[in-house]
T-cell receptor, first 113, second 112 residues
């Protein structure tokens, strides 16, 4: 299965600032996804990162708050903009290809002060 | 509206005994179900899956059972080992296996 590297693994940020999270895969994948896991909660899909075009956002998530890039088939970024304490979560990148189950990176643990 | 429900937030099992984790769903269009295991500070790891054309799938110590009429699936782990202590997520999809709907997770604690 694909090896997924997610950076940073954790960060502590000031409110009002923005953070960009990177997801690098060691092979080309068909689909890349960004999830959020708030404390004690399940995984919530933020958006599907589309290669060369705008991401597809789920209900409740907007591009201005969570801009996403996917310049090629192995790399994507998620930016959490204008952060507030409510954005404190684990952010997870996952990939899907060739009818295989989704595989996840180890996540970015984000705390907002 | 929770389409996938894991009603037990936690489960404690003695080492060596059977662990049974349950998952219920409401959407009859779901045709593919997966179980993931998650350790703290790691991403979820795929464990086992089952298609709706089957009622059982087995992989080593892990077996998933699907009861379509009851819209219920369960994950059996036997024998349970200390390394099985983790949060287990049930997920389901309809028509594709990448658009997943997730349950809330069950924290499994294996007691020595």
């Amino acid at each position: 299965s694909a090896v997924i590297s997610q950076k940073p693994s954790r960060d502590i940020c000031q409110r009002g600032t923005s953070l960009t999270i990177q997801c690098q895969v060691d092979s080309q994948v068909t689909m890349m996804f960004w999830y959020r896991q708030q404390p004690g909660q399940s995984l919530t899909l933020i958006a599907t990162a589309n290669q060369g075009s705008e991401a597809t956002y789920e209900s409740g998530f907007v591009i201005d708050k969570f801009p996403i890039s996917r310049p090629n088939l192995t790399f994507s970024t998620l930016t959490v903009s204008n952060m507030s304490p409510e954005d404190s979560s684990i952010y997870l990148c996952s990939v899907w290809t060739d009818n295989q189950p989704q595989h996840f990176g180890d996540g970015t643990r984000l705390s907002i002060l | 509206d929770q389409q996938v429900k894991q009603n037990s937030p936690s489960l404690s099992v003695q080492e060596g005994r059977i662990s049974i984790l349950n998952c219920d769903y409401t959407n009859s269009m779901f045709d593919y179900f997966l179980w993931y295991k998650k350790y703290p500070a790691e991403g979820p790891t795929f464990l086992i899956s089952i298609s709706s054309i089957k009622d059982k799938n087995e992989d080593g110590r892990f077996t998933v059972f699907l009861n379509k009429s009851a819209k219920h699936l369960s994950l059996h782990i036997v024998p349970s080992q200390p390394g099985d202590s983790a949060v287990y997520f049930c997920a389901a999809s309809a028509g594709s296996n990448y658009q997943l709907i997730w349950g809330a997770g069950t924290k499994l604690i294996i007691k020595p």
